[in-house]
């Protein structure tokens, strides 16, 4: 009697399940879509308002390796506006610059 209890606990009979039973089994919560970032932050509009108020001497460094010292005047999505004292004011595409820095006061 008991070596048929372990036989029969050590023999595993398949479990049939209809096709509704799988289709619940399967189904599962769809997965969470994450949403898209927005467009923008408006990070990028308070660094360039604060820097335009405060008239901060910024050095631009351009792809190219070229640094540009100057105060920002205005910009747009494309474009910022660097004034410059004995120089040329120019209007300076944003793909064209790879970063910016405050300059250091002489």
């Known amino acids: 009697m008991i070596e048929e209890r372990r036989l ?4 595993r009979k398949p ?4 096709p ?8 599962r919560p769809p997965p ?3 949403s ?3 467009d923008q932050t408006n990070a990028e509009q308070f660094y360039y308002s ?3 108020q405060s008239k901060t001497h910024m050095v631009v460094v351009l792809t190219d390796g070229e640094q540009l010292e100057g ?4 910009y747009d999505r494309d474009c910022l506006k660097l004034n410059r004292e004995g120089a040329a004011n120019l209007l300076l595409f944003k793909h ?8 250091e006061p002489e």
């Open 8 to 11: 029969d606990s050590l023999i």
């Open 15 to 18: 479990i049939r399940t209809t």
């Open 20 to 27: 509704a039973e799988m289709k619940e089994v399967i189904r």
């Open 32 to 34: 969470v879509k994450k």
């Open 36 to 38: 898209t970032p927005p």
């Open 50 to 52: 604060k820097q335009m």
């Open 71 to 74: 105060v920002i005047e205005w």
């Open 96 to 103: 064209c610059i790879k970063y910016m820095y405050k300059s």
